[in-house]
């Protein structure tokens, strides 16, 4: 896929990201919720002290709280790389002239056809589609940032 289609999809695909970042949070919430309810479990030993294991409840606890912070961890970074993801489109649209900024803004966030946004601004479809190309290669290295 060119770098081109990639930014475009990711421009398609701003509003669900944005969705997805919010979703991931509230999952985040949820399982520390439940992590809470888990870690106030206390265990009291009416033995000597010692450091080996040998209850399979003990066991259990230990490799459920093991596993939520995995799942958290996991979680906490997808939510940070369609954090990035999103505000490398912020940065980029707001580097875009103001009419390329409007086009862009109207194409995929709003999602109105070439035909309408020509409409709306007096221009025509063709002048639509240039504009908009321009605004999107001048976004790819902005976004896809190689080194």
């Known amino acids: 896929m060119s770098d081109y289609k990639k930014v475009e ?14 979703n991931i949070q509230l999952e985040i919430d949820e399982i520390k919720s439940n992590y ?3 870690s106030a479990i206390s265990y009291e030993e009416r033995t000597g002290a010692t450091n080996k294991f040998n209850s399979n409840v ?6 459920r709280i093991e596993n939520i912070d995995v799942q958290i961890e996991t979680l906490e970074k997808m939510k940070l790389s369609k954090s ?17 900024a409007k086009i862009i803004e109207m194409k995929y966030f709003s999602g109105l056809s070439n035909k309408e946004i020509a409409r709306q601004l007096d221009l025509t479809e063709q002048t639509i589609c ?8 001048s976004m790819v290295n902005l976004i896809l940032i190689k080194y």
Not at 58 to 63: A, C, G, Q, R, S
Not at 84 to 100: H, W
């Open 58 to 63: 003990e066991n259990e606890v230990i490799h």
């Open 84 to 100: 990035i993801e999103i505000q490398k489109i912020d940065n980029a649209i707001g580097s875009l002239l103001e009419r390329q």
């Open 130 to 137: 240039d504009i908009k190309s321009k605004a999107i290669n």
């Open 9 to 22: 999809e990711m421009l398609k695909n701003y509003k669900k990201t944005q969705a997805e970042i919010s």
């Open 36 to 38: 809470v309810g888990i």
